[in-house]
């Protein structure tokens, strides 16, 4: 006798051809029934023989679509209605939204295939996708995931797209991005003004001009590119003058391996990540003598490099036959322009030309960074093709919470249940659009996972956006979480660790709770609180932001914390270009304690040994000073300097010793890459030596290591070494970055962990 069934899937089972391969399976046992979106997931009701129903139900995991990821599934019988077909019916809205959205997807392979097939109808179509390939978070505006719902509802399908639509035995059976050059988007190339330029082949005249030495804004998935040939020194270096973007490295982008291989080294784990479904930028070590122009990384080791994942890269790539520069689409400290009349707007300054399209972008977002560290992926900045994925954890959420993040490199962070759904990257809350970005983006994951949250966490600092927008909320319980503690948690929630923890948390600042900017942090840490066992000794800064914006301020106080005396008093090679005046005025600030604090940041630090050894003292933007000094580090060099530790309550950690010895070595004229790399191995050994005496202490041997500094692979890669070498336990931030792009994680749980 026939049996009938109703089964709820939960997960990510929209956008990635679920349905279809409902469909089919659900043919190949010969069930008859339907399967549905509803605004929870997947509904599918089945109806036939026993060992039928169990074969399906056997393989509906193990045969899932590959960008699949099924969550939960309920199976309840119900009564026979004696149904012998199967149908994909339409979409229904369900009592709660509990769907998954899928990430943007890289152009499948058969896809590729096509459009580059003369004799294929989407031969050289900029648009092309299936079911398993082409855009979903970018243009979806609600769920569930239906063409309706999405920018592409501008553009209905031609009688030939309908019918690959509705056709169970096309790979296009049921895509909602289905289009083709008559019915679908089109692109064009226009001017700054916006005037077209009529070339029959508009991708093919913008390769031309790449080719020429011209910049050009390309319309993406998620926001604008500026894309130059990066083999052009003239070109990149008007690129970042017009970009107003001094040092910063662009990222790249080649059509295969192969090309990166002719200027970086690229390990198998590394292929492995750039040639995932993700397409991140991958940052790899340069050869020697590359010819990549100067001006894309000056002064870098590293290259970030990224494949093609779009239809219009390829063919912008196949045509130009060159390496590009592909960089987001703004001015510095900007978001990335997303809306056409923004993009021409802001952008017309910056590019010759611009390759538009007619399909609106509803989601803003960047592209992802990473790199490999220990065999696994260490990201860097977590955006296009990971967000929204939700992060699981071992921890359920009391509570609907939201986490504002922080002030730089900010997410934010919506927890429900099992789930915390960690934002795209928004940026750093310094202008109005950065904001309204921010609230926006907060509004549309509110909808789409149906989270109204009770439950706020924000940073302890007072002045940040975010916590001021978190104290504009109505109704709800709000959580200070400081800084460094949500670094550390963050590690922990990646781990399904609950603590306690030694935490080390090295970063360029965090509001304390005692009124000073930490950022050497030794954290005896749980997920709902900590005590601040160690530190690196505070020092005295002067100016504010401009301590930030200007390394030779942090060396001046580490130089007269630690000599009595100023770098130019010393003759420090490389400071005649610093103000004599205004090294005199800084002085003048910290004798009388004038717009000054006090600080245990490791980044100022940083900052610190770069200026003294003459690498910067300017900072165009946050962590190039720490940047140069890894960069200029010698392998090979296993000397360190000199340190106290002053076990009061909290210990901290005097790199004065250590401090006059550099100095004294940089005056003597040391080699600089020396120097660096001896800075690099006190860290280690400073790390090592507190880790050693806090287990004894409190008899812990599990360390978390996160923050922005953990982002320097000289420091980290000798650090993990040195504490496994000694038996300890080490954990790194993986899924979500070290940096402050992963706070919001920290804030959420630690929120709930408070109140729980």
């Not at 393989?59 to 012998?84: F, M, N, W, Y």
């Not at 270096?237 to 970086?264: H, N, S, V, W, Y």
């Not at 549309?444 to 109204?452: A, N």
């Amino acid at each position: 006798m026939n049996e009938r069934c109703q089964i709820h899937v939960e997960g990510i089972v929209q956008g990635v051809g679920f349905r279809p391969f409902i469909y089919a399976l659900a043919t190949e046992n010969r069930l008859g029934g339907f399967v549905l979106n509803n605004s929870a997931g997947v509904v599918i009701e089945l109806e036939g023989d026993r060992k039928a129903l169990d074969r399906f139900l056997a393989d509906l995991r193990k045969q899932a679509p590959p960008h699949a990821s099924i969550e939960k599934i309920v199976c309840d019988t119900i009564p026979v209605r004696g149904e012998e077909s199967f149908n994909i019916e339409p979409s229904r809205d369900g009592p709660e939204r509990r769907a998954f959205i899928s990430p943007d997807k890289v152009i499948c392979d058969e896809c590729l295939n096509e459009l580059f097939d003369p004799s294929n109808r989407r031969h050289r179509y900029a648009f092309i996708s299936c079911t398993y390939c082409g855009p979903r978070f970018t243009i979806i505006g609600k769920i569930p995931y239906d063409r309706q719902h999405t920018t592409m509802a501008a553009f209905p399908m031609c009688l030939e797209c309908q019918r690959e639509y509705h056709d169970s035995t096309s790979r296009r059976f049921h895509a909602q991005a289905n289009a083709c050059s008559r019915c679908g988007p089109q692109v064009r190339l226009v001017r700054p003004d916006g005037s077209e330029l009529n070339d029959i082949d508009p991708v093919s005249a913008a390769a031309r001009l790449l080719g020429s030495g011209a910049i050009l804004a390309l319309k993406g998935l998620g926001g604008y590119h500026l894309a130059c040939n990066a083999l052009d020194e003239a070109a990149v270096a008007t690129l970042r003058r017009r970009k107003k973007r001094e040092g910063k490295p662009f990222a790249l982008m080649a059509g295969d391996l192969q090309t990166i291989e002719r200027f970086c080294f690229v390990e198998e784990g590394e292929k492995f990540l750039l040639s995932g479904p993700e397409r991140p930028i991958v940052l790899l070590r340069q050869r020697d003598r590359s010819s990549i122009a100067r001006d894309v990384a000056p002064g870098q080791k590293y290259l970030g490099w990224m494949l093609p994942y779009t239809p219009v890269h390829y063919l912008l790539i196949e045509n130009s036959g060159l390496p590009l520069v592909m960089t987001s689409g703004n001015l510095s400290e900007e978001p990335i322009a997303h809306e056409d009349s923004d993009a021409l707007q802001r952008l017309s300054r910056i590019a010759d030309y611009f390759l538009v399209n007619n399909r609106e972008i509803q989601t803003r977002c960047d592209d992802s960074v990473m790199r490999k560290f220990d065999n696994r992926e260490l990201m860097i900045r977590r955006s296009r093709g990971y967000a929204p994925l939700p992060i699981a954890l071992a921890r359920r959420f009391a509570q609907d919470t939201l986490a504002c993040g922080a002030h730089l490199k900010n997410t934010f962070c919506l927890g429900r249940d099992h789930h915390a759904f960690l934002s795209h990257h928004i940026g750093d809350l310094e202008n109005y659009e950065t904001l309204k970005s921010f609230i926006e983006g907060i509004e549309q994951f509110k909808s789409f996972f149906d989270i109204q949250p009770s439950l706020i966490a924000h940073d302890l600092h007072p002045d940040y956006l975010s916590t001021k927008y978190a104290a504009g909320l109505d109704g709800v319980n709000r959580v200070a979480v400081q800084h460094h503690h949500a670094h550390i948690v963050s590690c922990m929630a990646e781990h399904g660790l609950e603590g306690p923890v030694i935490g080390i948390a090295f970063d360029g600042l965090g509001y304390g709770p005692d009124g000073t900017i930490w950022g050497g942090e030794f954290l005896i840490a749980d997920l709902a609180g900590y005590t601040r066992r160690a530190h690196l000794r505070c020092v005295s800064l002067a100016g504010g932001d401009s301590a930030i914006r200007e390394p030779w301020r942090s060396a001046l106080s580490y130089v007269k914390d630690s000599l009595g005396k100023n770098p130019l008093a010393l003759e420090l090679p490389g400071w005649r270009s610093v103000s004599l005046n205004k090294v005199a005025q800084v002085e003048t600030m910290l004798e009388r304690n004038v717009n000054t604090f006090r600080t245990s940041s490791c980044g100022r630090l940083f900052d610190a040994v770069a200026s003294i050894l003459g690498l910067n003292h300017k900072a165009n933007f946050e962590g190039q000073a720490a940047m140069a000094l890894e960069a200029a580090a010698l392998q090979g060099i296993e000397d360190d300097y000199p340190f106290d530790i002053e076990e009061n309550e909290p210990w901290q950690i005097d790199l004065r010793p250590g401090i006059a010895s550099l100095v004294g070595e940089v005056v003597a004229g040391s080699e600089t890459g020396v120097i660096a790399a001896k800075f690099h191995n006190t860290l280690g050994s400073v790390i090592t030596e507190v880790c050693l005496r806090l287990r004894k202490t409190e008899g812990l041997n599990r360390i978390c290591l996160s923050g922005g500094t953990f982002q320097n692979m000289y420091l980290l890669e000798r650090v993990v070494r040195r504490l496994r070498e000694r038996g300890f336990q080490v954990f790194v931030n993986s899924k979500v970055p070290p940096n402050d792009g992963g706070i919001s994680l920290g804030q959420a749980v630690i929120a709930n962990a408070v109140v729980g």
